[in-house]
């Protein structure tokens, strides 16, 4: 049987979720609050690509490359040697920029992911994408137009967004369902409260065009960036933030086999 | 002391090209800083309007200086629909001179020529 082509994400624990990796060519969203890791998960997916020869781009709006390089060195991922190397190259620009960029032959990304091969792309974040339009259908198409120029390079990119709300579910913005909706993957990660201590949980909520794990693990932020850990057992609502115990009678039955 | 003694004795202290660099690009303290961002940011690409914010500089003041260091080559302009987009020229020895210029600038004495050459412009 053929064997599906993937891209590793370099986090231990999350490829076996995502049953090896992103689909090539897909656009994978990293949503949660801030602190919770996203854009450490981003650059794992980029270091692990730059080390494997595929080079990648981090497409930053408003956070500065300094940001970038610092953070990286904090988990022992030498970025600017890895640009120096032309495995990757952190751009600083805005979403209206980026667009409009994109939107024309011979652009500057485009140059950019011809002349450096690259195959992996992490935007940081869409949050900004919101301050373009206030209408919901325009930001929808909008999006959609971004994301569909980023695969025409034949990327596979990953994208953050920000949730403002620290444990469970808050308001959403006009950006959320869209986006939501248009990706391919949509990554949860979540602060919940487990007898008064905050630990951090991770879903794959959505894989298009491909299986995936549907338990709610536990991760940490290490030396090395993030490490997926077993799943929560024997709670119930940990997505609201503040999950209950299930009854013992309930895990008995269901749970511990 | 007169212009020219000083340009002179500057010319004279100095590793010709960081004085050709300096005499070529560095008039103000908004382009030495659109320097330093750049250096630190080599692969932006952006409007004034942003870059300013990011300098924390007022546009009026970094418009201008963008477009000069355009001119002189240091940046390169281009249009994206209806914006005009900065950034940083690619060619390496452009880029080794900038490295040079913002590494000399971290030697007090040098900074202080740099002053004293934009003040008596």
Excluded: C
């Amino acid at each position: 049987m053929h064997k599906e082509t993937r891209v590793a994400t370099g986090v231990p624990g999350l490829d076996a979720m995502l049953n090896g990796g992103f689909l090539p060519r897909t656009a994978n969203l990293v949503e949660g609050a801030p602190g919770t890791g996203k854009s450490t998960l981003g650059m794992q997916y980029i270091y692990e690509g730059a080390r494997h020869d595929e080079p990648g781009i981090i497409l930053t709006f408003e956070e500065f490359p300094e940001q970038y390089y610092h953070d990286a060195e904090a988990f022992g991922w030498d970025f600017r040697e890895l640009e120096r190397q032309n495995r990757l190259k952190i751009i600083m620009s805005s979403p209206e920029v980026t667009k409009a960029d994109l939107e024309h032959v011979g652009g500057i990304i485009q140059n950019l992911v011809s002349e450096m091969g690259a195959q992996r792309i992490l935007v940081d974040s869409v949050t900004h994408f919101e301050s373009l339009r206030q209408d919901p259908m325009e930001l929808r198409k909008l999006m959609y137009g971004y994301l569909n120029a980023l695969k025409r390079q034949d990327l596979t990119i990953v994208l953050t967004r920000e949730s403002a709300h620290l444990f469970g579910e808050g308001l959403e913005s006009h950006l959320d369902a869209s986006i939501q909706f248009l990706a391919d993957t949509y990554i949860m990660l979540r602060y919940v409260e487990i007898e008064s201590m905050v630990q951090r949980a991770i879903v794959v909520l959505k894989m298009r065009g491909s299986a995936h794990d549907h338990a709610i693990r536990q991760y940490e932020i290490g030396a090395h960036g993030l490490n997926v850990l077993r799943p929560f057992e024997g709670q119930e609502g940990l997505l609201s933030g503040a999950p209950k115990r299930m009854k013992d009678s309930f895990i008995k039955a269901f749970v511990r086999r | 002391m007169r212009r020219e003694d000083l340009t002179a004795r500057m010319a004279k202290d100095m590793d010709p090209k960081l004085f050709d660099f300096l005499t070529t690009y560095v008039d103000s303290f908004v382009k030495w800083d659109l320097l330093r961002f750049f250096h630190e940011n080599p692969h932006t690409m952006d409007t004034a309007e942003n870059i300013a914010r990011y300098a924390g500089r007022a546009v009026e003041d970094v418009q201008d200086e963008l477009q000069n260091l355009a001119r002189h080559g240091l940046l390169e302009e281009r249009r994206v629909d209806q914006m005009r987009v900065y950034i940083l020229r690619s060619d390496p020895v452009l880029r080794t001179r900038l490295q040079q210029f913002i590494e000399a600038t971290q030697d007090r004495e040098f900074r202080r020529k740099v002053i004293y050459h934009m003040v008596r412009r």
